[in-house]
């Protein structure tokens, strides 16, 4: 069963090979951003989704960073890099995901990043429920970032993630106009190998 959705902009763009909710095919990464105030409610709501992601023996070495007012906001453009901030400062929220990398035991925690990939990854599926969109970017200075935000060397600075509305893809450049269009995936045969790395399933 295959299943296809809409683009903001009327045109087919996702289809999946097998039967899912259509919650995995919405979620994409647009760069237009309304200037639209995200409800402290809403806003709650999505990280609350963050917060009961998995994590290895309940460690959660997530923190975010928000920056919601002016001041917060323009500091937070002062670390990220110029191909981004050239559409980003119009979400009216940033945020800046951290893992902790060690343990409660004080020991290295090597699944540090990947459980805090998953926290994001609740977020983003979240924000599609409640109407709003995110571009999660690795193009930043994480050494300003901490030095900015006093982040301690504990704590790895992950990616910073523009949420908000989605806004008018006229309202960007022509250059990002072009990219505003949700992209698609390799096909899973490409993804999944059987047996060892490079084995087709059968």
């Given amino acids: ?40 409610e809403v806003l709650y709501r999505i990280f ?7 994590s290895g023996s309940n460690e959660q ?7 919601r007012t002016p001041e917060d906001r323009a500091t937070f453009l002062k670390f990220i890099m110029p191909g ?9 929220v ?14 290295p925690l090597r ?15 979240e924000c599609v429920r409640q109407g709003l969109v995110t571009h999660a970017m690795g193009g930043f200075y994480p050494d300003k970032a901490r030095e900015l935000l006093n982040i301690p060397e504990e704590y790895e600075a992950e990616v910073v993630i523009a949420i908000g509305y989605q806004g ?3 309202a960007l450049s022509e250059a990002f106009q072009e990219r505003e269009i949700p992209n698609t995936r390799r096909e899973l045969e490409e993804t999944i190998f059987e047996g060892k790395f490079g084995d087709s399933l059968s």
């Avoid at 609350?48 to 998995?54: D, H, I, K, Q, T």
């Avoid at 070495?61 to 920056?67: S, T």
């Avoid at 699944?111 to 994001?120: E, I, K, N, Q, R």
Wanted: glycine share 4%; net charge positive; with cysteine.
């Fill in 1 to 40: 069963m295959e299943r296809s959705e809409k683009s903001a902009w009327g045109q087919f763009h996702r289809e999946s090979k097998h039967a899912i909710d259509p919650i995995y095919l919405n979620r994409w990464s647009p760069r237009s951003f309304a200037e639209k105030t995200v409800e402290a």
């Fill in 48 to 54: 609350e989704a963050a917060r009961w992601a998995p």
């Fill in 61 to 67: 070495p997530w923190r975010y960073i928000l920056a």
């Fill in 84 to 92: 981004n901030t050239a559409w980003c400062d119009k979400a009216p």
């Fill in 94 to 107: 940033l945020a800046l995901l951290l893992s902790r990398k060690l343990s409660s035991r004080g020991e």
């Fill in 111 to 125: 699944s540090h990043s990947f459980d805090a990939g998953t926290s994001w990854g609740y977020l983003a599926l």
């Fill in 168 to 170: 008018e893809k006229e």
